[in-house]
């Protein structure tokens, strides 16, 4: 059974840094893309980063050039690194397969930047 649980979340004031971490049930998803999701209340889920290995990675317009997603697959786990968070970036963050499968979703990491 595939599972992914978040964690790192919290509170931040704008230009701070956050670093979310996502741990998989391993090795089935080693050769998947994997991403980092988002969702705010009234919003549908959006995609922010992916990445399957080395340079092959995605970025949303929204977060390119602050956030960067990684992986260790030794680890099972995924990050997304979080910098000069604005409070639009305000979410509930989830990681999944790219694209995403319904039954993976996890509970997710809150992310509130405001002052």
């Known amino acids: 059974q595939v599972q992914f649980v978040e964690s790192g979340g919290g509170l931040v004031q704008p230009g701070g840094s956050l670093r979310l971490s996502c741990v998989h049930s391993?090795?089935?998803?080693?050769?998947?893309?994997l991403g980092w999701y988002r969702q705010t209340p009234g919003k549908e889920r959006e995609l922010v980063a992916h990445?399957?290995?080395?340079?092959?990675?995605y970025y949303d317009d929204s977060v390119k050039g602050r956030f960067t997603i990684s992986r260790d697959n030794a680890k099972n786990t995924v990050y997304l690194h979080m910098n000069s968070l604005k409070p639009e970036d305000t979410a509930v963050y989830y990681c999944n397969r790219f694209p995403w499968v319904d039954d993976y979703w996890g509970q997710g990491t809150q992310v509130t930047v405001s002052s």
């Open positions: 391993g090795s089935a998803l080693i050769n998947n893309i």
């Open positions: 990445i399957l290995r080395g340079n092959n990675i």
